[in-house]
């Protein structure tokens, strides 16, 4: 799949994920995270959102992500629904 | 070397005030009391004691460099009077201030500069958050800061472990030869029940008020033996401030889930009775759980015998409804509380001594059969951490939270299983608060945990068809859902050092790595 425009889902609630996604022809995939479980839970976080783009077949993506405290099916259901809006 | 919790705690603490004695019991140091002698000034017939400013004050009561002045927190979030304080000490050039404040508020935060300036060098609190917790856990003084419990405030203040040299007393009311009270004037907060040791023990006394009244006001709180000098100022305190935002039953159907598992546990302890006395936090589930025993207390007809603590409008609601006999107040939380200290001979203030020193003749929380605790983590050998963020970060303290934890007949933390995908228990807290020995049981909405020591209640509630869990088996619960968190990295510099309330360290924070 491939990101044709700027798409975003998710709110800043608590145990929710704001996620906005962007193209980036040619750039590889950029993740820029913000979480305020970053020190306990950032590795965790980033290793869903590339395991979603992977199933995604996703290879281009700037990816920023205000995390407050999502659960994974969480991350992967809000990051899935920016990708297929950006679509 | 390690204390008896298993924290590694130095032989020495660099800048740490006395011998390091490190944790080994709740209840191994009630020795003999020694309490300090303190050096005071008479005062004569002729003499005034109100000023004409906080630079007078400040000059008359002899505040030297490397000096310890202490504050108290009624004023909370709305306190004006720190500030202020320090403000004028550090134009007049005065460093190396060590304080003693009873909790630091994000109001405070003018306390960062005077630290970076070298004005203050030193802190001692039961509690802090906001922006001076931040600065103080990446660093900010060269010593660390004291931690203690409320009551452990007082016992090292009785004991001259922590030795005042000007104590500033925010006043609410105060009349005109140092006679105060905190329940009249635009500034009102309540009780003082926190400011009461400093104004015995210091060896300058200063009332700092907004509202002076001819002599003698009535009641009067702290008296006029006491207290040196008396200013007075625009306004000590924003009553926007002073008065809590927190005293609402929550609504969050997780909360009220944990504060009706809770209340099925009180029940099955067989302490709800007559003659029942309980304590609670201002929290939103401890406020359920207190709305909880409300109902069975209404349902069944029992009468308690009182309600103690920091004292919020529902309390005050459950007194005025006859169910419970008194309140021992050692702080108002709102307005209905105050409200109610000024009008109801049940409802008494008391000194943070009495409320929950271990070194004296019987603190309050001795006599309450049950505490209603919060938790921002918890161990499997049921270790409490109130005092950082599982980010390290100090954002709190114990407050009353291990004084009442230890004197109480039953202690139960109330908390989701998880906040915003924190799980609640860990393998180690991040920071001990409160000894897992004086902690009986944990309410989660996922289930009940109890402290193996406690099989007499594990054999109540199953008798009471209660389902109990290890806490080993809660913790993994909980990790099914959120994952299981990465270790956070620490530098090596101590940047607190955390008391038990009998002067013990019972834990160390350390600065935080970025």
Known sequence: MVINKPARAGTLESSDIYIMVQPNQGQGIEIQLDSIVLKQFGKQIQNVMRQTLKDLEIEDIKIIANDRGALDYTIRARLETAINRAN | ?514
């Open chain 2, 1 to 514: 070397m390690k204390n008896s919790l298993g924290r590694e705690i130095p032989e020495t603490i660099k800048g740490y005030y006395k011998e390091v004695k490190p944790f080994t019991g709740a209840y191994d140091n009630m020795a003999d009391i020694i309490k300090t002698q303190v050096r005071a000034k008479s005062i004569m017939p002729d003499e005034k004691k109100v000023l004409d400013n906080l630079e007078e004050v400040i000059k008359k009561s002899g505040l030297k460099d490397g000096m310890t002045i202490s504050f108290h927190h009624h004023l909370r979030n709305g306190d004006y009077v720190v500030n202020m304080v320090m403000n004028q000490i550090a134009s007049m050039g005065i460093k190396d201030i060590k304080i003693a404040a009873s909790s630091i508020f994000p109001i405070h935060s003018p306390l960062i500069d005077h630290m970076k300036s070298g004005v203050v060098t030193g802190l001692y609190t039961s509690y802090m958050s906001g922006p001076v917790a931040d600065a103080i856990s990446e660093g900010i003084l060269e010593n660390p800061i004291i931690m203690h419990t409320h009551g452990g405030r007082s016992r090292a203040i009785e004991s001259g472990d922590i030795k005042i040299d000007v104590a500033f007393i925010a006043s609410s009311t105060c009349d005109s030869y140092g006679n105060i009270n905190g329940v009249y004037g635009k500034s009102a907060c309540g009780v003082l029940g926190y400011a009461i040791s400093d104004a015995y023990y210091a060896e300058k006394v200063v009332a700092i008020t907004d509202n002076l009244v001819s002599y003698p006001v009535c009641p009067i709180e702290i008296s006029q033996d006491y207290v040196d000098y008396i200013v007075v100022v625009d306004k000590i305190g924003d009553p926007e401030g002073i008065v809590s935002g927190t005293t609402r039953i929550t609504k969050d159907p997780i909360g009220l889930k944990i504060a009706t598992l809770a209340a099925k546990v009180i029940e099955a302890s067989g302490l709800l009775k007559d003659g029942f006395s309980f304590q609670t936090g201002a929290g939103g589930i401890s406020l359920a759980v207190a709305a909880s025993i409300r109902e069975i207390m209404k349902d069944k007809n029992i009468k308690g015998s009182f309600m103690s603590g920091g004292i919020t409008g529902y309390m005050v609601d459950m007194l005025e409804e006859g169910l419970f006999d008194s309140i021992l107040d050692v702080q108002c939380f709102d307005l209905r509380a105050i409200e109610s200290l000024k009008n109801n001979k049940s409802h008494q203030p008391m000194t943070a001594t009495m409320y929950g020193n271990p070194h004296n003749k019987g603190a309050v929380v001795n006599n309450l059969d049950l505490m209603i605790l919060g938790a921002t983590e918890i161990d499997t050998d049921f270790n409490v951490n109130v005092t950082t963020g599982s980010n390290g970060i100090i954002m709190g303290g114990s407050g009353g939270h291990s004084d009442t934890a230890a004197g109480s007949k039953l202690a139960i933390v109330v908390s989701q299983l998880f906040k915003g995908r924190l799980p609640v228990i860990v393998d180690k807290v991040t920071t001990v608060s409160t000894p897992g020995e004086t902690v009986d049981v944990l309410v989660t909405e996922r289930g009940i945990a109890v402290n193996p020591k406690r099989q007499d209640l594990i054999a109540k509630l199953e008798k009471s068809k209660i389902k109990v869990m290890s806490i080993e088996k809660l913790k993994k619960i909980a990790e099914g859902i959120t994952g299981k968190p990465m270790e956070i990295e620490t530098d090596e510099r101590i940047v607190a050092a955390v008391e038990y309330r009998d002067g013990t360290i019972i834990d160390i924070v350390k600065k935080i790595k970025r």
